[in-house]
T-cell receptor, first 114, second 113 residues
Framework: DSGVTQTPKHLITATGQRVTLRCSPR?????VYWYQQSLDQGLQFLIQ???????AKGNILERFSAQQFPDLHSELNLSSLELGDSALYFC?????????????FGPGTRLTVL | DAKTTQPTSMDCAEGRAANLPCNHS???????VYWYRQIHSQGPQYIIH???NNETNEMASLIITEDRKSSTLILPHATLRDTAVYYC??????????????FGKGITLSVRP
């Protein structure tokens, strides 16, 4: 158990819909990363937040957005969903340096878009 | 971040050492070598990382060549539970740098009974 929790575990929805994925980092970790893992693209970095502020952006679509709240949990919002958004979404957290530390990954949310 | 090259797959017998190679010939001086693994769709798990000296922890050993262009992850006594995809990742670890992890395809290790 990494100490990172993600909800829900599974999500099935239809094209065009909007969903919110939630991540609670390990206690005390200030940095949260979001990754997407699809069959054809592998594991890809989406976005990083550090203590409530966006720190780095990767291959995140404009239809996707994220935020980190004062209690440090983070949400990833996916809108206008397409079939190709079906994937595993992982979040990871690290300690207060926000860089270079080992990342602890949650169990993931499996999103299926029908 | 420097690119890494790993074989697609390998196997080893349970109880034997598993030696997983990684090439990172374009690594620069401030880049570390990290290893993560992913067991069947679970979240990736950190294993070990190093800069230039060999490192050992309770999970594995990391051997980095003197020129730092390649490394080997050693699982000293592989078990069936070590069957996973192992990712070798090179990245800068300093303030201001993007500390994202860039995953390649990794190497699939199959441990056979």
């Amino acid at each position: 158990d990494s100490g990172v929790t993600q909800t829900p575990k599974h999500l099935i929805t239809a094209t065009g819909q909007r969903v919110t994925l939630r991540c609670s980092p390990r206690s005390g970790d200030l940095s949260v990363y979001w990754y997407q893992q699809s069959l054809d693209q592998g594991l890809q970095f989406l976005i990083q937040y550090y203590n409530g502020e966006e720190r780095a952006k990767g291959n995140i679509l404009e239809r996707f957005s994220a935020q980190q709240f004062p209690d440090l949990h983070s949400e990833l919002n996916l809108s206008s969903l397409e079939l190709g958004d079906s994937a595993l979404y992982f979040c990871a957290s690290t300690g207060d340096r926000g860089y270079g530390d080992e990342q602890f990954f949650g169990p993931g949310t499996r999103l299926t878009v029908l | 971040d420097a690119k890494t090259t790993q074989p697609t797959s390998m196997d080893c017998a349970e109880g034997r050492a598993a030696n997983l190679p990684c090439n990172h010939s374009t690594i620069s001086g401030n880049e570390y070598v990290y290893w993560y693994r992913q067991i069947h769709s679970q979240g990736p798990q950190y294993i070990i990382h190093g800069l230039k000296n060999n490192e050992t922890n309770e999970m594995a050993s990391l051997i980095i060549t003197e020129d730092r262009k390649s490394s080997t992850l050693i699982l000293p006594h592989a078990t069936l539970r070590d069957t996973a995809v192992y990712y070798c990742i090179v990245r800068v670890a300093m303030a201001g740098a993007n500390s994202k992890l860039t995953f390649g395809k990794g190497i699939t290790l199959s441990v056979r009974p």
